[in-house]
């Protein structure tokens, strides 16, 4: 019988599977707290985990632990070194959640782009007959978009942003140019050069220590004054600070974030009062219907591992 620890809820359409077969037993925990979940660690075989650190400590309490089976895409929450060094299986759900990413990417661009607190709050406020003394808004066509990061989410943002007809550049050093050109982009190789000629960029890169800060004042006060940056991928990308300044300096025009360097955020982060700025709490990913796809992977993932089927493109090389 394996035993599989689910930490914090998922989707039911996951729990579903689980359910169905006689050779696994499941828990769910929603409490946090490390001496408690070291206890629920020690005896489980597999881990669904979703944005909860999984640092070396807990790592270590689940001596039985065959794979930790990311909700998600990203596995900053993971400690690698740990994992590897146990011979875990890492798995993420690589198929589920590009879509609705690259939707949330859009969502941002035509809410900061057409005005969309502008427009609402207007009309609510009986100013419908003052429109003409609005600002006015900008199109997505026809613009320059860089999208930093060719993987899964920025190959389906290509796709969208070309139905807008919108120019695509893309900046990822280790996708080839043949394979950006088939997608319709056009392959960059120097990013600081080329991202003054951008009206929009975001990113969609995994954090590391290459990619930590790679949006800085310098590059900030070398774009364009009604540029648009976006960021769904983890907010180490983007320098709080530095994007706050520029801002304010009205260096580029605005901003939506999805991700912060901390989250949940401080209360002072200036970002969080910054008009300019558009706000999600990390939830690019919260549809129904992305929610019940990482439900379901996350546990087909563990199920898939122990039948001996795992599919490659779920695992993560460590
Ligand atoms: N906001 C959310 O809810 C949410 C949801 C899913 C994914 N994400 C994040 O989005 C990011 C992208 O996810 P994905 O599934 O597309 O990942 P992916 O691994 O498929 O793609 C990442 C791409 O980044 C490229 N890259 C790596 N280092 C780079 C660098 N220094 N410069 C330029 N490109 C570089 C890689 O070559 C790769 O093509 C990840 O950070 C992930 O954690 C966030």
Not at 77 to 82: G, I, M, S
Not at 216 to 226: E, F, G, P, Q, T
């Amino acid at each position: 019988m394996k035993k599989v620890l689910i930490i914090e809820k998922i989707h039911n359409s996951g729990i579903e599977l689980l359910k169905k077969r006689q050779d696994f037993t499941y828990e769910i925990v929603e409490n946090l707290e490390v001496n408690f979940l070291k206890n629920k660690l020690k005896d489980c075989d597999a881990v669904s985990l979703r944005v909860f650190k999984l640092d070396k400590e807990l790592i270590e309490s689940a001596e039985k632990l065959k794979i930790i089976s990311r909700h998600g895409v990203g596995y900053d929450n993971v400690d690698l070194k740990t994992t590897k060094e146990k011979n875990i299986t890492l798995a993420i759900t690589a198929k589920a959640n590009a879509v609705s990413v690259a939707e949330h990417v859009f969502f941002m661009m035509l809410s900061i782009s057409r005005g969309v607190g502008m427009y609402d709050k207007c009309v609510r406020d009986g100013n419908f007959s003052k429109r003409n003394d609005l600002q006015l808004t900008k199109e997505l066509w026809n613009k320059n978009i860089l999208i930093a990061g060719f993987g899964r989410i920025g190959k389906n943002l290509i796709k969208k942003c070309k139905g807008f007809d919108m120019n695509v550049f893309v900046y990822d050093p280790y996708v080839d140019e043949e394979t950006i050109t088939r997608f319709g982009g056009k392959k960059i190789n120097d990013f600081s050069k080329n991202v003054r000629d951008m009206d929009y960029l975001s990113f969609h890169l995994p954090s590391t220590d290459e990619t930590k800060n790679l949006i800085n004042l310098k590059v900030l006060s070398s774009m364009k004054k009604s540029a648009i940056l976006i960021n769904t991928s983890r907010g180490t990308v983007i320098n709080e600070l530095d994007l706050n300044e520029a801002l304010n300096k009205n260096m580029i025009l605005g901003a939506g974030l999805d991700v912060f360097a901390k989250e949940p955020p401080d209360s002072n982060n200036p970002l969080l009062k910054n008009k300019k700025v558009f706000l999600s709490p990390h939830t690019s990913t919260f549809t129904e219907e992305c929610t019940e796809r990482m439900g379901v992977d996350t546990i087909q993932n563990i199920i898939d591992f122990f039948d001996g089927k795992l599919d490659k493109s779920m695992i993560v090389k460590l």
